[in-house]
């Protein structure tokens, strides 16, 4: 099994130890079923380990939208600038799914997060626990061994570039825009990452017909004079898509840009056999912002459904990356393991194989850790 430890703590960790103070953002959909679970994590932790963990809470997304008309109020900004770490649920809801013409939307409150907290940089680990290769829509084989980091670019791109509509409604653009120091900031992570890792990092872009791709290359080769020790690949991302799922053993580290980022980082869900099963880490220089990426699943909301399992392995993201806190991290990952070693599931992660009587709800499967981190 790749472990946290295996896996993100080889980014330099930006803490250190002392009292922590924990901005809890629940959100929409089961971000706050999950949240519960992760927050428990931490408590436990804080017992178990001496260490100080205070917590405030704050809205964003549709749930703020309802009660303040703004995705991301001020005040929720203002606790997560005075945060040392945001433990983040999901945004979104189907009214807005079904509605593109709608001019607020939950996601904005997201963006704009991460772009007043200067979260450029989201790392997500491909971390695979063995009990759970059957669980994957791919064959064990190929599977087996998969150790991935994802650095993908947070604040440009698509997402952020001038959004137009034509007057008769028909035509519509979203400029693609990237500078070079936005490059340059991610890739020095990246290789950083790469150095103490396997050496090895995949660049994805589109440099044959995209001229943002052809800047993102040029920058990344010269990032790469710095870290000779480093073997770098230029992938194009259509490429990096299929190479993902025919041979994924042969990725170590992998850079790239926003959009291409949010593709792959979903399609790499499968090699975990679930979005329930990914942490993630969104970093920058200051606040760290760490969530689950399965997003609000507002169909199975308030069911007791969700896996909490996400969100339990992005605070061992937090312990370890925000405050350097590896033998608290490797504790709450051997806790998961453990659980899933002794047969527990929740639904999405179940297969035929599994005892039903061991097929849990999101609060059973949270306890179930607990008892085991305890």
């Known amino acids: ?45 804080g017992k178990d380990f001496g260490h100080e963990f205070t917590f405030d809470e704050a809205l964003m997304g549709h749930v703020a939208i309802e009660a303040t008309g703004n995705p991301l ?38 963006l704009k ?43 440009g791109d698509v997402y952020f570039g001038e ?21 340059e900031r991610i890739a020095i992570k990246a290789y950083e990452a790469a150095r103490v890792r396997g050496k090895k990092l995949c660049s994805v872009d589109k440099a044959n017909v995209l001229e943002t791709s052809r800047l993102w290359r040029e920058v990344v080769q010269e990032i790469a004079k710095n870290y000779p020790d480093v073997e770098t690949e230029h992938m194009f991302i259509d490429n990096a898509a299929m190479q993902l799922v025919k041979n994924p053993k042969k990725f170590d580290v992998v850079l ?6 949010d593709i792959l980082t979903d399609e790499a869900s499968q ?35 969700a896996n909490p399992l996400a969100s339990m392995l992005s605070v061992a993201l937090m312990l370890e990356i925000g405050f350097g806190l590896k033998e608290e991290a490797k504790k709450v990952t051997d806790a998961i393991d453990k659980a899933l070693k002794d047969g527990y599931r929740t639904g999405d992660i179940a297969d035929s194989k599994t005892d039903k009587s061991k097929i849990l709800g999101t609060k059973a499967m949270g306890q179930k850790v607990l008892e085991y981190l305890s």
């Open 1 to 45: 099994m790749s472990t946290t430890e295996n896996n993100a703590s080889k980014t330099p960790p930006s803490g250190g130890r002392g009292a922590k103070h924990i901005l809890v953002i629940p959100g929409d959909g089961i971000g706050p079923e999950v949240t519960t679970w992760g927050k428990a994590v931490l408590e436990q932790i």
């Open 73 to 110: 109020p001020d005040e929720t900004l203002a606790k997560a600038k005075a945060s040392d770490a945001i433990l983040f649920g999901a945004v979104g809801h189907a009214k807005y799914d079904n509605d593109p013409s709608a001019k607020v939307r939950p996601e904005q409150g997201l």
């Open 113 to 155: 997060i991460r772009k007043e907290l200067g979260l450029y940089a989201n790392l997500r680990p491909i971390m695979l626990f063995d009990e759970l290769l059957e669980a994957s829509s791919l064959k064990p084989e190929i599977l087996k061994g998969t150790d991935i980091l994802f650095f993908r670019e947070l604040t």
């Open 163 to 183: 959004k137009k509509r034509s007057e008769d409604r028909n035509t519509a653009s979203d400029l693609m825009i990237y500078s070079r120091y936005e490059v």
């Open 256 to 261: 790239t840009a926003n959009l291409f980022g």
């Open 271 to 305: 090699i975990a056999g679930s979005m329930g099963m990914l942490a993630s880490a969104s970093i920058g220089d200051g606040t760290g912002f760490f969530e689950p990426i399965h997003g609000s699943a507002h169909d199975i909301a308030g069911q007791d459904k």
